[in-house]
């Protein structure tokens, strides 16, 4: 899957004040917006139709299971920390969303396999419009294309993924309930003698009179964990088809058994701008940090 393209004619040019660039990702949500326009201030009519907010991915993944950690040796003697991702029945498409009849172009997966028991009605009437088995996780991959995808086809991460591959790794943190300040945010205790009578707590959260009241984000007691988190650009160590799991360097989100969405890893600013240049021959080229940070200014705002 190519990353970017590129077409700098006067990127070897760093005494230029005004470069011209023209680039394009695979998943930038609007690749053919004019560039640098958010540089400038321009009215333009809103349109009536909704707007999905949803996060562009750079390609379709796919839902495992964490296993476990384990020590993994390579050739040379070096020990990786990795993350064993095990998976289940599952990772069928179970619906093709397009921008004709949803606004939208996304691909839904299915994975892990339940009894017909476990859901409801309306769900298995959704699984059973697409033909597949009934599926306990239901998750969506927006993409620019959904055209190679077909409703019960099987996505096979031998296929999707290979060794060396960056990945990006979202689940649910380990919940640890209700936390102090110093677990939750890494404060400092007060002394222990001397006479001191405050030790954990928690201290001032603010002034008097003015402003009179606590400021909203302040850092606080309270329930810490259990949240969304994804973890960017982790390495695909090893893959083993035999075991059907997948060893990830790296700590991955939750405790085992939990779920975790893996998908392709996205590549912004300066690494888009380094792989643009490489794969556009411009290697022996040295562009100044004007021409970089103009790059990464564009694929910041897309």
Do not use: W
């Given at each position: 899957?190519?990353?970017?393209?590129?077409?700098?004619?006067?990127?070897?040019?760093?005494?230029?004040?005004?470069?011209?660039?023209?680039?394009?990702?695979?998943?930038?949500?609007?690749?053919?917006?004019?560039?640098?326009?958010?540089?400038?201030?321009?009215?333009?009519?809103?349109?009536?139709?909704?707007?999905?907010?949803?996060?562009?991915?750079?390609?379709?993944?796919?839902?495992?299971?964490?296993?476990?950690?384990?020590?993994?040796?390579?050739?040379?003697?070096?020990?990786?920390?990795?993350?064993?991702?095990?998976?289940?029945?599952?990772?069928?498409?179970?619906?093709?969303?397009?921008?004709?009849?949803?606004?939208?172009?996304?691909?839904?997966?299915?994975?892990?396999?339940?009894?017909?028991?476990?859901?409801?009605?309306?769900?298995?009437?959704?699984?059973?419009?697409?033909?597949?088995?009934?599926?306990?996780?239901?998750?969506?991959?927006?993409?620019?294309?959904?055209?190679?995808?077909?409703?019960?086809?099987?996505?096979?991460?031998?296929?999707?993924?290979?060794?060396?591959?960056?990945?990006?790794?979202?689940?649910?943190?380990?919940?640890?309930?209700?936390?102090?300040?110093?677990?939750?945010?890494?404060?400092?205790?007060?002394?222990?003698?001397?006479?001191?009578?405050?030790?954990?707590?928690?201290?001032?959260?603010?002034?008097?009179?003015?402003?009179?009241?606590?400021?909203?984000?302040?850092?606080?007691?309270g329930r810490m964990g259990g949240s969304k988190r994804k973890i960017r650009k982790l390495k695909i160590v090893k893959?083993?088809?035999?075991?059907?799991?997948?060893?990830?360097?790296?700590?991955?989100?939750?405790?085992?058994?939990?779920?975790?969405?893996?998908?392709?890893?996205?590549?912004?600013?300066?690494?888009?701008?380094?792989?643009?240049?490489?794969?556009?021959?411009?290697?022996?080229?040295?562009?100044?940090?004007?021409?970089?940070?103009?790059?990464?200014?564009?694929?910041?705002?897309?």
């Amino acid at each position: 899957m190519s990353i970017a393209y590129l077409s700098l004619p006067s990127l070897g040019h760093c005494c230029q004040k005004s470069p011209t660039f023209s680039l394009k990702s695979s998943f930038l949500s609007k690749p053919t917006k004019t560039q640098f326009s958010f540089a400038f201030k321009t009215t333009q009519k809103r349109s009536s139709s909704h707007i999905v907010s949803m996060s562009m991915e750079a390609g379709v993944g796919v839902m495992g299971t964490k296993l476990g950690m384990m020590s993994f040796f390579e050739t040379d003697g070096t020990v990786v920390p990795v993350t064993v991702v095990g998976f289940r029945e599952g990772n069928i498409v179970t619906q093709v969303k397009t921008s004709a009849t949803d606004g939208y172009d996304a691909v839904q997966v299915g994975y892990r396999r339940v009894r017909d028991k476990k859901l409801t009605k309306p769900e298995l009437g959704h699984l059973g419009k697409a033909g597949v088995i009934p599926m306990r996780h239901l998750q969506e991959f927006r993409l620019q294309t959904v055209e190679e995808f077909e409703t019960g086809q099987k996505l096979d991460v031998e296929e999707l993924f290979k060794e060396g591959d960056l990945v990006d790794v979202s689940g649910t943190t380990i919940g640890k309930g209700f936390q102090g300040g110093i677990k939750r945010h890494n404060f400092k205790r007060g002394q222990m003698s001397h006479g001191s009578k405050s030790h954990r707590a928690l201290g001032s959260i603010g002034a008097g009179t003015t402003p009179g009241r606590v400021y909203k984000g302040k850092k606080m007691p309270g329930r810490m964990g259990g949240s969304k988190r994804k973890i960017r650009k982790l390495k695909i160590v090893k893959i083993d088809n035999d075991l059907k799991v997948v060893m990830i360097k790296g700590a991955l989100p939750g405790k085992p058994g939990n779920l975790l969405r893996i998908t392709p890893a996205k590549i912004f600013y300066l690494s888009i701008c380094l792989v643009s240049v490489t794969s556009a021959g411009l290697q022996n080229t040295y562009p100044s940090v004007h021409h970089l940070n103009f790059l990464k200014l564009q694929c910041i705002h897309g």
